[in-house]
């Protein structure tokens, strides 16, 4: 009910991954290890670490990774 609402698209050779809302909702303001958390998870999955090139806490509309 609160997970990822996410969408992937191909970009020049490598994947863009945007995650569009957060199933913490509040919380990461306050505790920003939240975010490292998932992209930890996310690393985990992929066998490699994305590069976050948007981020919903600086004000972008996704959180938005470089998969390589």
């Not at 509040?26 to 920003?32: A, D, L, N, T, V």
């Not at 998932?38 to 948007?54: F, K």
């Not at 509309?61 to 470089?66: L, N, P, T």
């Amino acid at each position: 009910e609160l997970g990822y609402m996410a969408r992937w698209e191909p970009d020049n050779g490598h994947y863009l991954l945007h995650v569009y809302n957060c199933p913490y909702k509040g919380i990461p303001e306050e505790h920003e290890e939240l975010c490292q958390m998932s992209l930890e998870l996310v690393s985990r999955l992929l066998d490699q670490t994305p590069r976050r090139i948007a981020h919903v806490l600086a004000g972008d509309h996704s959180c938005s990774y470089v998969v390589e």
